[in-house]
């Protein structure tokens, strides 16, 4: 499951035996094409700079699963979801999505693929409702009522009219998960997506990573913080 | 809950419109560089000499300069502010093609900043004496002109964007390239002043403004993908 050459500690953990309880699904949440869905990695380096980033990182990742990734700041977890995003080329390695290496079909991968950076990509000039209807409408046809229910369900339905610049910086990253859960991809890397929530998103976060991946999808999210999840299949992988 | 995918087409025309919808929260970027133009014109004739056969004789040119300083500026503004708030890197892992997406920026930006120069021109011209009948040529080849400005500058514009200095060196790359817009633009609005058939010079523009519309938008697409990384 996890090949790495000397130096790399990869550790993955398999819970397995924990609390199965699914928690409801999101209606709103378009269906994930959970079959033959893994994402592989395999002997990835990455270079920052002069700096040796990621030294030969393998792993691989199948449908249901969800893998938290730790590590101190600065060893690589950023790069690495951004390398896993396409926004970064290995120097070395293949990243394979369903078996393909992911050079291959760009588009087609980015359309199995939810991304959330640092950044929220939110507009701030645009109401939350029209950046939501921008972003979700570019992948899949969705009529402002399921956008609604989204923003409702992330607790920021009272907010879907005014402009984002306005909204606290928990509220915006509310909407901004409310873009990855309209996305209808299989594959989220959510990179610190819990910054700015307070306790109960926290939890709402959590639940619908859960939920993902009891859909059948993958979750790949970088986290300092303990997140306890009553998924399926929590691993974690130690970037060091 | 099954979902259609969206057309590229589509996808090119909510771009359009989130785009218009953003300057039009925002004058300030309509605004600015027409404002800018009509400065920079004001400038000539304050240090030349403000004699009207001098004025008439370098109207086209001033025109031109302006309109070409002023689109300079406003190109700056294409892209930055979707990379600082990271909606540029959605754009790419949006699942459609980046080129045809990036081309509806571009013309939305030049819709925002180009079309505004197209209707002060006229203004210009006639501060500085120019005949009548050269208005719908100086329009027209302005028209033309941005346009192929907008699309050579929205490859320099992707490609500056990683660097702190980004607005020098955008210009530094991107002024060369559009030298022949000048050329024939300026070219055009002076036969047309004189009186002249400007359909020469307006036709190679026109030419100029296909080319880079078949070729830029991949160009930009590619000098994107190597900025964000």
């Known amino acids: 499951m996890c090949e790495t050459e000397p130096g790399v500690r990869v550790r993955l953990r398999y819970d397995e035996g924990v609390n199965l309880h699914r928690p409801p699904l999101s209606e709103c949440a378009p269906e994930v094409e959970s079959a033959g869905a893994t994402l592989a990695v395999e002997r990835l380096h990455l270079w920052r700079g002069q700096r040796h980033v990621l030294r030969g990182l393998g792993f691989a990742v199948h449908g249901g699963e969800f893998v938290h990734l730790k590590g101190p700041n600065g060893c690589g977890k950023t790069s690495l979801l951004r390398a896993l995003a396409g926004f970064l080329w290995p120097e070395e390695g293949v990243i394979r999505w369903r078996g393909v290496p992911v050079s291959e079909d760009r588009d087609g991968y980015a359309a199995d693929l939810a991304y959330l950076g640092h950044e929220n990509a939110l507009k701030g000039d645009l109401t939350a409702l029209e950046n939501l209807r921008f972003s979700t409408n570019l992948r899949t046809r969705t009529d402002d009522a399921t956008l609604h229910r989204t923003l409702e369900e992330l607790g920021v339905g009272r907010q879907a009219d005014l402009p984002v610049r306005v909204l606290s910086a928990g509220q915006k990253r509310r909407v901004a998960m409310a873009r990855v859960l309209l996305s209808g991809a299989t594959l989220w890397l959510l990179d610190e997506p819990f910054t700015n929530l307070d306790v109960a998103g926290v939890a709402d976060f959590a639940r619908l990573i859960a939920a993902h991946a009891a859909r059948g999808g993958i979750a790949l999210v970088t986290s300092h913080a303990d997140i306890e999840l009553d998924a399926g299949r929590v691993r974690e992988l130690v970037v060091a | 809950m099954r979902t259609r995918p969206t057309s590229i087409l589509r996808a090119s025309v ?188 307006l036709w190679l523009l026109g030419a100029m403004l296909i080319l880079a519309l078949t070729l830029t938008p991949f160009a930009a697409a590619a000098a994107l993908r190597i900025s964000l990384e």
């Open chain 2, 14 to 201: 909510l771009v359009l419109r989130r785009d218009l919808a953003l300057a039009f929260r925002r004058w300030e970027q309509v605004t600015h560089p027409v404002v800018f133009f009509l400065m920079v014109a004001t400038l000539f004739p304050l240090a030349l000499d403000p004699k009207p056969s001098l004025l008439a004789d370098i109207a086209a040119g001033v025109v031109w300069v302006s309109a070409l300083l002023s689109s300079m500026l406003a190109l700056e503004t294409l892209y930055r502010s979707d990379v600082d708030d990271g909606t540029l890197e959605q754009l790419t892992l949006s699942g459609q093609p980046l080129a045809p997406l990036l081309l509806a920026k571009t013309v939305t930006h030049w819709l925002v900043s180009g079309v505004p120069l197209v209707l002060a021109a006229p203004v210009v011209g006639l501060a500085f004496g120019a005949g009548d009948a050269s208005y719908g040529v100086l329009m027209t080849s302005i028209a033309l002109g941005t346009g192929v400005l907008s699309l050579i500058g929205s490859v320099g514009a992707a490609l500056t964007l990683g660097s702190r200095r980004g607005s020098v060196l955008l210009s530094l790359l991107v002024l060369p390239l559009v030298m022949p817009v000048l050329i024939f633009g300026a070219r055009a609005t002076d036969l047309a002043m004189h009186g002249e058939a400007a359909g020469g010079p």
